[in-house]
């Protein structure tokens, strides 16, 4: 595989980042993932804003302009000729070479990496056909989830709390209502009004989220956008989960409660394919 670090492309062998770099050790990073698919960019005006976002509100310097980020996306599609896949982008604050918690000066030089992920079949997967089944767990990570950092180590601890109890995600709750899944955002639908949480600090404002509830709102759906508890979720039509990386996700079962039939939902599966054809026919 090729990747690009601070200007190159690189073998991944041969790509390095200092031990003393502030994504390394204070997870003082942020990082969007974007899929492609037929060779192309989904929503990348989305992830470059949203980036710019993360990176300013935590004072971090731009390692570089939103034109300059599209090409190398798109070279590092076209090196590694990924058809479907993912491609990670992280930008940390760089170092000055010594352990501090105190930031560096301004001036110093942002570290900026992009790799792919090529999977093959990411638009027609099996999972997706199956439908997920997540548990609850409490949310106890920071307050800023609208910031997209790499401090991931509670989501990770969540889907192997997931895995451990034979299902494929988890569903987080703060103060009795759903903030959203480890890696994507929460829906259920009941009586046809497909509901969500709101934005605010509690949730990371998924780019897939945007796209999915303009696209709903386009088809004539209900949408309410409102606080909601898991018992709530249990008791619905249908759920979903949605991420750049898995699209618009079924969801079929929460803490062992299989929802409808306990196949995916006409609504989950009638957005999944709008929001495919959709972001296909707008990709870059
Ligand atoms: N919420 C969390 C916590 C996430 O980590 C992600 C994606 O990684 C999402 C939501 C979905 O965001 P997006 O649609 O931009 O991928």
């Known amino acids: 595989r090729t990747v690009y670090v601070n200007g190159e492309y690189l073998p991944e062998t041969e790509a390095k980042v200092s031990i003393f770099d502030r994504g390394f050790l204070f997870a003082d990073a942020v990082y969007e993932v974007t899929s492609i698919l037929d060779g192309k960019l989904i929503d990348f005006e989305g992830h470059a804003v949203r980036l710019e976002r993360s990176l300013k509100e935590l004072d971090m310097a731009s390692p570089c302009s939103k034109d300059e980020l599209l090409e190398i996306h798109q070279k590092l599609v076209e090196l590694n000729d990924i058809n479907e896949g993912l491609i990670y982008l992280q930008v940390s604050r760089g170092s000055d070479g010594d352990r501090d918690f105190v930031f560096p000066s301004a001036d110093t030089k942002p570290t900026l990496v992009l790799f792919t992920q090529n999977k093959p079949g990411l638009a027609d997967s099996d999972a997706s056909r199956k439908g997920a089944k997540v548990i609850s767990i409490e949310d106890i990570r920071w307050g800023r989830r609208d910031i997209k950092t790499v401090q991931l180590l509670y989501p990770s601890m969540g889907k192997m709390m997931?895995?451990?109890?034979?299902?494929?995600?988890?569903?987080?709750?703060?103060?009795?209502?759903?903030?959203?899944?480890?890696?994507?955002?929460?829906?259920?639908?009941?009586?046809?009004?497909?509901?969500?949480?709101?934005?605010?600090?509690?949730?990371?404002?998924?780019?897939?989220?945007?796209?999915?509830?303009?696209?709903?709102?386009?088809?004539?759906?209900?949408?309410e956008e409102r606080l909601f508890t898991i018992d709530e979720a249990k008791e619905a039509d249908e759920a979903f989960t949605t991420s750049a990386s898995a699209f618009v996700m079924p969801v079929v079962e929460i803490d062992g409660q299989q929802l409808g039939d306990g196949t995916p939902g006409p609504i989950a599966k009638r957005l999944r394919e709008i929001y495919l054809e959709e972001s296909r026919a707008a990709a870059i």
């Open 162 to 223: 997931a895995k451990a109890a034979g299902a494929d995600d988890a569903w987080m709750i703060e103060d009795g209502h759903v903030t959203e899944g480890t890696s994507n955002n929460a829906y259920f639908v009941k009586d046809g009004t497909i509901v969500t949480r709101p934005l605010s600090n509690d949730i990371l404002h998924g780019i897939t989220r945007k796209a999915v509830l303009r696209m709903a709102e386009e088809a004539q759906m209900k949408i």
